[in-house]
């Protein structure tokens, strides 16, 4: 019995040796055979290196034949994704959106034949209402005038944009791709947290510069925020407005490190970073320390830009704390020109698995909540909200629109126009189309000019689109979306409007002393402009 098991572990290694023993001889009499020969001692080679290795159990006991297991695990994502995955299956995005955003990029043929392949009355099905009077739009170009009384420079914003994705993160190549095509479409780019880069500047298309908790392009050598460095940034009539980046739906509340070894030149110059010097992105802001603080810094940076509008981007977490800072706007006097609400389900950001998966609010909750507070608290007319989190169609920005959204935002979306395959090998360095990755052979493969007017052409498709949609639900502005556009099947198989799940709420309503909206009104009791502490705690 020991015997066929140990056979059974060891008998591709022995084959090997045999194998190769036997090549060895016959090679003398057939030149040849050297060739298999030396495949065969190579074989041995690992094989022997296999059993004397203490890392990997399983080549210990089954030398050789387990390197099947790893090669499997290596290639499993292809695997599913060409091979088992359906049209449908969201893994994370499904094989229907990928190829919708590769048709509309190059221009192809974006319609399907017969019929829809969703299972319509099934748990979760969602749906546009049309009119019987449907409306026509010549004009796509949709946009919306972002910046509110205290701004001197309003920004004639796309209703879709290019959420954001730093230098570092996505390659040379990419950013100049996405920033032509953005030049081309006339649309936004964000710069992402990693600062304004020579390829950022080189498309000349309309920038937003995020500044995360890093201050990249605009600190000091602690990294703490220089306000200097920062108006010669805001200075640039390319950069269109600024976004104080709080945090992101990849992983809020977690923040990051660049290794010194992945620093180049360019990475250093667009940072301000030295070389040689692990680059820290810290979890939390050091310029400001609680709600009050954060209108002030608004303030600030409204004044070192001239007037240019300024914002901030969140993912939901404590539904107070947002809260906090909507009374510290009304304290201060203070109001920012816009909020992007990012969802939990955004991903262009490497993660620990349990932030990618279980931390932060998703977009739809997070962006109801966003909007209804500020119409509560008698804002919302002077904020104007952006969306992230998977958006990647006209129907996905409908339904965003729909629920408080002015306009939205997309960094995978973008990736695919670029040719992005959904190979999740964005953290290695090894990216198979050069999208993100910084070794110059990989992005090399990424033809700046066919991928920019990719970019132009899927912006353009997915406007049109969103026009025809709009069209069809007999609106004259694709804004007027509302919550009771869209059904969604529940459990129990029954059609709901969105508007009962997603409403909104009576304008002003906790400034009151009513009783409507009691789990609004309870969170806005305990919120405190001046701390973000729970009340427990401040105490």
Not at 340 to 351: F, K, L, N, R, S
Not at 452 to 458: E, G, N, T
């Amino acid at each position: 019995m020991q015997e066929i098991i140990a056979l059974q572990r060891y008998g591709t290694f022995a084959a090997a040796g045999v194998l190769a023993f036997i090549c060895l001889i016959v090679a003398f009499w057939v030149p040849w055979v050297w060739v298999l020969a030396v495949i065969f001692a190579v074989l041995v080679a690992v094989g022997i290196h296999d059993v004397r290795q203490t890392r990997h159990a399983v080549l210990r006991n089954y030398p050789i034949l387990g390197h099947i297991r790893f090669l499997f695990e290596k290639i499993r994502p292809e695997i599913r994704q060409y091979l088992i995955e359906s049209d449908q299956d969201e893994q994370p995005f499904s094989r229907e959106q990928r190829s919708l955003v590769y048709q509309r990029a190059k221009g192809a043929e974006d319609k399907r034949p017969f019929g829809s392949h969703e299972r319509v009355y099934e748990t979760g099905y969602s749906w546009m209402t049309h009119s019987v009077q449907p409306t026509h739009f010549a004009d796509t170009d949709f946009r919306i005038m972002i910046g509110g009384k205290d701004c001197k420079k309003p920004y004639n914003a796309s209703l879709y944009n290019i959420s954001a994705m730093s230098f570092g993160a996505l390659s040379a190549n990419a950013i100049s791709a996405l920033n032509k095509g953005a030049k081309l479409g006339g649309f936004a780019h964000d710069t992402g947290e990693g600062g304004i880069s020579r390829y950022h500047r080189e498309g000349g298309g309309d920038l937003i510069y995020e500044i995360g908790s890093g201050y990249f392009g605009c600190r000091n050598h602690d990294g703490s925020f220089n306000a200097e460095k920062f108006a010669k940034q805001a200075a640039d009539d390319q950069v269109k407005m600024i976004e104080i980046k709080l945090s992101q739906g990849a992983k809020p509340g977690h923040g990051g490190m660049l290794p010194a070894a992945k620093i180049t030149p360019e990475i250093a110059e667009a940072r301000d970073i030295p070389m040689g010097v692990d680059c820290v992105s810290p979890a939390g802001h050091s310029a400001f320390d609680g709600p009050m603080e954060l209108m002030q810094f608004v303030g600030q940076l409204r004044d070192l830009s001239e007037g240019k509008p300024i914002g901030f981007k969140l993912c939901i977490g404590h539904r107070r704390e947002f809260m906090c800072m909507v009374k510290a706007m009304l304290e201060t006097g203070i109001v920012p020109d816009f909020i992007v609400v990012d969802g939990t389900e955004g991903g262009t950001g490497a993660a620990p698995l349990e932030f990618a998966n279980h931390v932060g609010m998703p977009m739809v909750e997070g962006l109801t909540f966003v909007h209804n507070t500020l119409r509560g608290a008698g804002l919302r007319d002077q904020v104007k909200i952006g969306a992230a989190g998977k958006v990647v169609s006209a129907f996905d920005i409908a339904r965003a629109l729909s629920l408080g959204a002015d306009w939205c935002n997309s960094a995978r979306g973008y990736m695919f126009a670029i040719g992005c395959i959904q190979a999740q090998a964005c953290h290695t360095n090894h990216c198979p189309v050069g999208v993100t990755t910084q070794d110059p052979l990989r992005q090399a493969a990424l033809n700046v000019n066919d991928k920019s007017k990719r970019v132009a052409r899927f912006h353009a498709n997915t406007l049109k689109a969103l026009g025809e949609m709009a069209g069809a639900a007999g609106l004259d502005d694709p804004c007027g979306f509302l919550p009771y556009h869209f059904m969604t099947r529940k459990g129990d198989g029954q059609m709901t409007e969105a508007a009962d799940v997603y409403a909104y709420l009576r304008e002003g309503f906790l400034l009151d002393d009513g009783d409507d909206n009691p789990i609004y009104r309870e969170r806005w009791s305990r919120a405190n402009p001046h701390s973000f502490a729970p009340p427990e705690a401040a105490s």
